[in-house]
């Protein structure tokens, strides 16, 4: 059904660097999509065969009407206006957005190499065997095999309706064409259309079953690469109760009423996140993890990575990029154009962090396409140890590195409780809690991965310190 998004493919820059303050990315490339189809004529088969009977059984059983799926005419569009987004970012993530779209449904039935999309563009594909694309490819990005990993991001329900179908316990971690099965939910809404929603994480599904209803964004479970699939994403099918197809989307080439709510723009430039690294980010071949080298607190004589992510990075639209020291001044401003359009791509750029840099939370800001995105890291002088500004007093882990739990020692005796927050390379938050008086304990769960984490501290008067810390 898709063609899907291939692995990260890191197309290595070798920009040199010009003299500051216009630099070159000193690093970069772009996330490339494949089509290769992820549903074969006896996967079809074997699905429609299952939600027919499942229909049926319903049916008797009263869970679904009688004339569910028939009451409406096959070209009918009866959920117009109604879709909601299939997909959210989970809480504990803050990522600006957190997919790109690779394709949509290819309404041009002759092939191959005779595509049409709903915006009469070529952003779809089908292939000599006679296949089709017949939904829409989410993909996650950036780090999309983190995101499967962490549970990043949740599958929704569009629109109200009822399970009538789950496939699920199928291997996830698919990187090309393997002939497997998929994990999907398929839901027939309330008006008789049915949606299909593809490629899910194993064992990550509601615990709902066909024939229980469901709502406008509730949980279905987590983004996968499971079946024939070359990274992690969603593939959105819709279908009339009869089984054709419908494209959710409107436009010149898809007369007729949008079945989104929101319908999205054919190209969305959009910042998907800003982040500040130790090391270059790290794109292995599928399905090996990332390794992202996060990192928001910075010393004297550690190298700070700033990195932008988009999708839809348009090349007529120039993006100006701003360090800005922690008294708001500007440490340094530049302008970036990608060198043409990417489905998804990011650029970087390092400083060495010099002894002169003052302490405090510095800016990086990214304007592009009239929107603005930032992301605050921490510069702070001295060996990494962190401080509390009501007092004088070291704060210092012990162990450290550390496996899991650790004491913080020194705490400055006026200060009666500390909330804490530890964070993984991700971003995503880990662990909260206070810490009383005396006590200096932070647990962590044992399952953490190992890696580096940041443990941020807040007093009550709003002081704030960081420190690095290390599982393994």
Not at 128 to 156: C, K, R, T
Not at 195 to 214: D, E, N, R
Not at 395 to 413: D, K, M, Q, R
Not at 452 to 472: C, N, P, T, V
């Amino acid at each position: 059904m898709r063609t899907i998004l291939s692995c990260l493919l890191l197309q290595a820059c070798s920009l040199a660097v010009t003299a500051q303050p216009v630099p070159a990315p000193q690093g970069g490339g772009s996330y490339r999509t494949e089509a290769l189809p992820c549903l074969l004529p006896a996967d079809y088969q074997r699905i429609n065969s299952m939600l027919e009977k499942n229909i049926a059984q319903l049916k008797a059983e009263g869970k679904l009407a009688a004339d569910w799926g028939t009451s409406q005419p096959a070209d009918a569009k009866p959920t117009a206006g109604t879709f909601i987004w299939p997909l959210r970012q989970e809480p504990g993530f803050s990522y600006n957005s957190y997919y790109g779209i690779s394709n949509y449904v290819d309404l041009d039935p002759l092939y191959p190499n005779q595509v049409k999309d709903w915006n009469c563009g070529a952003r779809t594909y089908d292939q000599a065997s006679g296949y089709n694309h017949q939904g829409v490819d989410i993909f996650l990005w950036p780090f999309s095999q983190q995101m499967q990993e962490n549970q990043q991001v949740a599958i929704v329900a569009a629109a109200d309706g009822v399970i009538i179908g789950k496939d699920d316990g199928n291997p996830d971690h698919s990187c090309a064409l393997n002939n497997a099965a998929w994990n999907a939910v398929y839901i027939g809404n309330s008006d008789g259309t049915i949606c299909w929603y593809g490629h899910m994480k194993t064992g990550s599904q509601t615990a709902k079953g066909p024939g229980q209803s469901v709502v406008a964004g509730e949980f279905l479970g987590y983004v996968g690469s499971s079946g024939n699939s070359t990274g992690p994403h969603l593939h959105f099918e819709t279908h009339t109760g009869s089984g054709d197809i419908l494209d959710p989307f409107v436009g010149p080439c898809r007369p007729g009423a949008s079945l989104w709510a929101n319908q999205k723009p054919y190209i969305e430039p959009t910042i998907n996140t800003l982040m500040t690294h130790g090391h270059a980010p790290v794109f292995p071949d599928c399905p090996q993890l990332e390794t992202i080298n996060a990192q928001s607190l910075f010393h004297p004589g550690d190298t700070l990575f700033a990195a932008a992510y988009y999708h839809d990075q348009n090349p007529a639209s120039p993006s100006i990029y701003t360090l800005y020291r922690p008294d708001n001044s500007v440490f340094q401003t530049w302008t970036h154009s990608s060198p043409q359009y990417y489905n998804a791509s990011y650029w970087y750029w390092y400083w060495k962090v010099g002894a002169s840099w003052p302490s405090g939370d510095w800016r990086f800001e990214v304007s592009y396409e009239g929107h603005t995105v930032n992301h605050v890291f921490k510069v702070e002088a001295g060996s990494g140890i962190a401080r509390i500004n009501a007092g004088s007093d070291a704060l210092v882990i012990v162990p450290n590195p550390n496996h899991g739990i650790f004491t913080i020692e020194g705490l400055a005796s006026q200060l009666e409780t500390l909330s804490y927050r530890v964070t993984n390379v991700a971003g995503r938050t880990v662990a909260t809690g206070h810490i009383a008086k005396g006590s200096g304990r932070v647990a962590l769960a044992q399952q953490q991965p190992k890696g580096i984490y940041i443990l941020q501290l807040d007093e009550a008067k709003g002081h704030r310190s960081y420190l690095r810390f290390l599982i393994r």
